[in-house]
């Protein structure tokens, strides 16, 4: 099977931009959660969707916002980019949202 | 930030030498998860624990569950050059959701 695959791996962006970030689960895998990695604050959990509906969301600002499609596959978007937002974000993907999370490679966000 | 307590931060280690580290949280989790994360990618799961008191091996690795289901180590017996790495430790909550330690940098030395 392959694994879960993030797009793009890397992206520079400016101050007040906004951006979108897409992960693609395993196959039949329907829960897929996302999580920001920051050297300061390590891995922290940003929201988790599940046959289309988040189910569980981060402590972090409404500026952070996602979807899932129906094929499971899911975006991330950050809107007004700030440069705190520059960070490793991950995708993790699980069967159900109860289940052993994997993760994807991951996306490098700079913001300049 | 961080509700996962992992200690240590970092090890200098010998070839051939076993590594112990651990993990322990205020809060009680279902399953507790051990990955490793190489420089610019993603963790990699190495193992799960689903039980309180479980104790689960995968090659050299050896991790245990422990019976408060606050806690939890991972092991590795005889350390070669590729276990180089960052090894993080994550307690799942009854909703799925992860917690994360900081890390345990593992530095091999020839």
């Known amino acids: 099977k392959a694994g879960v695959t993030q797009t793009p791996r890397y992206l520079i962006k400016t101050r007040g931009q906004q951006v979108t970030l897409s992960c693609s689960p395993i196959?039949?895998?329907?829960?897929v959660s996302w999580y920001q990695q920051t050297p300061g604050q390590g891995l922290q959990f940003l929201f988790e969707y599940f046959s289309e509906t988040q189910r569980n969301k981060g402590n972090f600002p409404g500026r952070f916002s996602g979807r899932q499609f129906s094929n499971s596959r899911s975006e991330m978007n950050v809107s007004t980019l700030e440069l705190g937002d520059s960070a490793l974000y991950l995708c993790a993907s699980s069967p159900t949202e109860l289940e052993t999370q994997y993760f994807g490679p991951g996306t490098r966000l700079l913001v300049l | 930030g961080q509700q996962l307590n992992q200690s240590p931060q970092s090890m200098f280690i010998q070839e051939g030498e076993d590594v112990s580290m651990n993990c322990t949280s205020s809060?009680?989790?279902?399953?507790w998860l051990w990955y490793k994360q190489d420089p610019g990618e993603g963790p990699v799961l190495l193992i799960a624990?689903?039980?309180?008191?479980e104790l689960t091996s995968n090659g050299r690795l050896t991790a245990q569950f422990g019976i408060t289901r606050k806690d939890s180590f991972l092991n590795i017996s005889a350390s070669i050059p590729s276990d180089v790495g960052i090894y993080f430790c994550a307690g799942q909550d009854s909703w799925g959701k992860l917690q994360f330690g900081a890390g345990t940098q593992v530095v091999v030395t020839p």
């Open positions: 809060s009680i989790f279902n399953t």
């Open positions: 196959s039949g895998h329907r829960s």
């Open positions: 624990l689903y039980k309180a008191g």
